[in-house]
């Protein structure tokens, strides 16, 4: 049996603590290593958590024992992704960043030619893309349930009036905050995913709370080179939330409410190995509505674990990185543009 792959964590936050660190314990072929983080409270929980981690003060103790380490995995702070990803780079060691990349797409792509160049895995940690809602969306296009589609709408709405005073909303434009890259991250990559390449792009970025400095209601229309319209939402005022997905077509249409399970599964300390793990009752199933009436479409069982099950078949298989970064470029330049759309007041065209 092959050694396990030693994962040392940059970050015990929120990315760190609830995503990172359950799916590396759960994914056979990876062991904890090493977690990274200064504050006494994440570190004491980390110890709790995993005992068989050693606990460092800074990313320097890591590349200090990089021999000691095959993977490294960035959930630091957005403004710091570049720079420790490009340091993980240097030292020849494989890499998962969380998303975004980077706050530009200059650096994001300076980033993946830097790790192309040297032979290092480098893959982005887009977990949305296995959301059980998205998944059921993405079986049933292959099915050809709905036919020709004209519109998909894809929404991730929360009631937050009051800022908690983080740095996603009150930083500064190095620190990538805001919905847009903190949720437009993922509904842009996941309607690339589905129609292919952008071809025009159009947003709207508003701060609405009192005191916020980046964009806390959002939405961003893509026309893609497909035909198809995205129509995506942020929002982080929504007292009620619209459907997570609806998507019209020739053929029929689909509405899903609701947000996957498995965020509120892992901050409940749920283990993604437990039987059931990703399942989603059934009344919160979507609609499918067509010329011969509707019926409910049992949800696709969510799968965060299939990245980093991916990621150990890119190191010891030799197999394409669960999320490809030449992808996640992509995304970026759309995200790019919907700045600048929002900034000038106009449609940007792309290509």
Known sequence: MAPPIRVA???????GAVFHAPLIAAVDGLALAAIVTQSEERRSQARREHPGAALLGSAEEVWERAGEVDL????????????????????????????????????????????????VLLTVFQNRRWDGDFLTVRRLLE????????????????????????????????DAGGLLYDLGSHLIDQALQLFGPAAEVYAELDARRAGARTDDDTFVALTHESGVRSHLWMSAIAAQQGPRFRILGSAGSFTKSGLDVQEDALRDGGDPRDPGWGREPEEHWGELSTGDGARRIETVPGAYQRFYEGVVGALREDAPPPVDPDQVVAALEVLDAARLAAAERRVVLLG
């Open 143 to 174: 099915a050809d349930e709905l036919g020709t589609v004209a519109r998909f709408e894809s929404r991730f709405e929360r009631w937050r009036p009051q800022l908690s005073g983080g740095w996603r909303e009150t930083g500064e434009p190095e």
């Open 9 to 15: 964590l940059l970050g015990y936050g929120l990315a």
């Open 72 to 119: 490294v995995v960035v959930a630091s702070p957005n403004r710091f992704h570049v720079s420790l990803a490009r340091a993980a780079v240097a030292a020849s060691r494989a890499v998962v960043v969380d998303k975004p990349l980077a706050a530009s797409v200059d650096e994001a792509r300076a980033l993946v030619r830097d790790a192309r160049e040297r032979g």
